[in-house]
């Protein structure tokens, strides 16, 4: 990755699906920047490494732990690893996620 990159002239969205661009990936950092077309999902899952999910732009619903919690851009969440987590995109969505 170079230096700088603006973010948001790197989202693209696929037409009732989910994209994610690798921004950077190492041992100990990993950094994807993923869009989510409209009413799309990611199914419950867990992670071996702990980070956190920045929102972007859009909207939508990050369940962790069994607590919804509202993606609007600006919001924060922090992951600790090993706990579940899913998201649903009720608008194009994108965000940052990164692994440590």
């Keep these: 990755m170079t230096k700088q990159m603006n973010l948001k002239e ?3 969205y ?3 699906g989910i994209l994610s661009k690798v921004i950077e990936k190492s041992e100990k950092l990993d950094i994807t ?3 989510m077309a409209e009413g799309t999902e990611i199914s419950e899952h867990t ?3 702990q980070g956190f999910v920045y929102v972007i732009e859009g909207k939508g619903v990050f369940t962790y732990a069994g607590e919804n919690i509202e993606m609007l851009p600006g919001v924060f969440i922090k992951m600790e690893k090993n706990i579940a987590h899913s998201l649903k995109s009720s608008q ?3 965000f ?3 692994l440590t």
């Design 96 to 98: 940052i996620l990164v």
């Design 33 to 35: 920047l993923f869009s």
């Design 47 to 49: 992670s071996t490494k």
């Design 92 to 94: 194009n969505t994108s």
């Design 14 to 16: 696929s037409a009732g």
């Design 10 to 12: 790197n989202i693209s």
